[in-house]
């Protein structure tokens, strides 16, 4: 069900980008540890609350941006302040405003040095997170995603683990290197076009040699964010040296920007070139669900179990978005949603652990759920949404993608079947451990349930499990007409049949 905008003019997601923004800039006169905490709740609950207005004004039925807004910035080089939405990114959008309020509750306890210069990095990162997904200008578009960079590599370099400086360096260098060619794919299409807004650069016949050099710019700086196999080695660093709330914008956001590139920009831009490298694509995406989950199954440090998975489940996400069907990219986009839900949710239960035990080692929390049900209930159907267990969030998502490859090749997704096989059994494995474990546990009965802030940090997430798990229809007509227009504009080009899966 969708309302009429009230009020159309009304600037609305200039005001979800600049927010967080203003949020960070008074949290700098606050002096108090236990305000500044509940400050930035109440901004980032506030900026959610504000962002459901979209879902209840959005149009499902155009494929059109919406909300758009655009003004001069640099009239000289033609670079606007130019933002809006469709049906893929309002999810991107929600998501990211959705996901804050959780980080500052599970930071809540955790973070304990430093507390205002780390919700100060909270605040501007979601900025940038939701200006990259509503930005329709390229050099806006590129400000807002090196925006989040710094204070991305501040979350794990100041409040990180032991080998936080290194963790921090390598995420940093990584993402400069794809930054760098994706600048330069940015400028050589103004020189094609005259312009850098990227609606004008959507279904345009560029040369193919072109395309396929800016496609493969593009798909090197989008690969290392997402990140796909080979180009992944930053991610476990990252992760486990990471604060719990950076590990969670890290896994639910984040990564997304990676796959988000490959929808907006490589698809709709360089409609060739994508038809022409579709292929090694996808059996990059079936090399990295298979090495995220034999990986992640060796695991001993949770953290690490967590984080190979999302190497693994964003081999979905490629692998439908490069199917280049409806069915791939509408499961593709559920992936990259369930993936932030899931295993978001699986980064806090891991921080919760850690806020008791201080370690993450599997063996040291081998039957907690004796003395800590409730945890041990939420994990429970955590595991289970993220090995894709039917009537969970994941189960649609990565249904839609594999019934997406099968129209492109039988081998390919029976090639992918040990990765969903190595997921259940990595998933399965640590609950059995962590919520059963053996005849000679540590002594855990000293530990406390989750308390009230926990089970409201972790209850919303359950929803969503079940929600998009059980009545998946509301996410997938929102997105459909969007996903149609990105096919029409990507098929209609003149794509080289020669290329075959079969």
């Known amino acids: 069900m969708t309302f009429p905008n009230p009020n159309p003019d009304f600037p609305i997601l200039s005001v979800l980008v600049f927010s967080p923004l203003a949020a960070a800039a008074l949290a700098a006169f606050i002096r108090s540890e236990r305000l500044l905490r509940w400050w930035a709740l109440l901004c980032t609950t506030a900026i959610a609350l504000v962002s459901l207005s979209l879902w209840w004004w ?26 809006g939405i469709d049906g ?13 309020p959780l980080c500052v509750l599970c930071s809540w306890r955790y973070i304990t040095t430093r507390v205002k210069e780390f919700m100060v990095c909270l605040l501007i990162m979601e900025s940038a997170m939701v200006g990259v997904f509503c930005a329709l200008d390229f050099i806006l578009f590129f400000v807002f995603w090196e925006a989040m960079l710094i204070p991305m590599a501040l979350l794990i370099g100041v409040w990180g683990g032991p080998r936080k400086i290194y963790a921090a360096i390598k995420f940093f260098v990584y993402t400069m290197t794809g930054s760098v060619l994706l600048l330069v794919a940015i400028l050589a299409l103004y020189l094609k076009v005259g312009s850098f807004s990227i609606p004008d650069m959507m279904g345009r016949n560029f040369a193919p040699e072109f395309q396929c050099w800016i496609f493969l710019a593009f798909f090197i700086s989008f690969a290392i964010k997402v990140p796909m ?23 639910s956001v984040l990564l997304k920007m990676g796959t988000y590139g490959f929808l907006r920009f490589s698809l709709p831009i360089t409609p060739y070139a994508t038809h022409v490298f579709m292929p090694y694509v996808l059996w990059l995406s079936v090399a990295a669900i298979l090495y995220g989950g034999l990986t992640a199954l060796a695991q001993s440090d949770l953290k690490k179990l967590v984080a190979y998975s999302s190497v693994g489940h964003m081999g979905f996400a490629t692998l439908g978005i490069f199917a280049l069907n409806t069915n791939g990219i509408e ?32 063996g040291a929390s081998a039957g907690l759920g004796k003395f800590m049900p409730v945890f041990a209930g939420f994990l429970g159907v955590f595991c289970l949404s993220s090995l894709a267990f039917p009537g969970t969030n994941s189960f649609i998502g990565e249904f839609l993608v594999l019934a997406g490859g099968f129209k492109v090749s039988t081998l390919l997704v029976i090639c992918a079947v040990p990765g969903v096989v190595a997921a259940a059994a990595y998933m399965l494995r640590m609950l059995q451990k962590v919520a059963y474990g053996g005849v000679r546990n540590p002594d855990h009965s000293g530990l406390a349930d989750l308390n009230l802030r926990e089970v409201v940090t972790l209850a919303p997430l359950l929803v969503f499990v079940f929600w998009i798990g059980l009545h998946p229809q509301p996410f997938i007509h929102v997105m459909h007409a969007s996903v149609q227009h990105l096919l029409e504009q990507t098929n209609g080009s003149l794509a080289p049949a020669a290329v075959a899966l079969r």
């Open 331 to 362: 499961g593709a986009t559920l992936v990259m949603i369930n993936h932030g839900v899931t295993t978001g949710a699986l980064f806090i239960a891991v921080g919760i652990i850690y806020e008791r035990l201080h370690t993450r080692d599997l």
């Open 229 to 251: 196999f080979p180009f992944h080695t930053w991610l476990p660093a990252a992760h486990v040296e990471a604060p719990t709330a950076g590990s969670v914008v890290l896994a």
């Open 58 to 83: 959005f149009n499902p039925a155009t494929a059109e941006f919406q909300f758009v807004e655009r003004r001069a910035w640099i009239p000289s080089l033609k670079i606007s302040y130019a933002v």
């Open 88 to 100: 893929i990114s309002l999810l991107l959008v929600l998501l990211t405003t959705l996901i804050m």
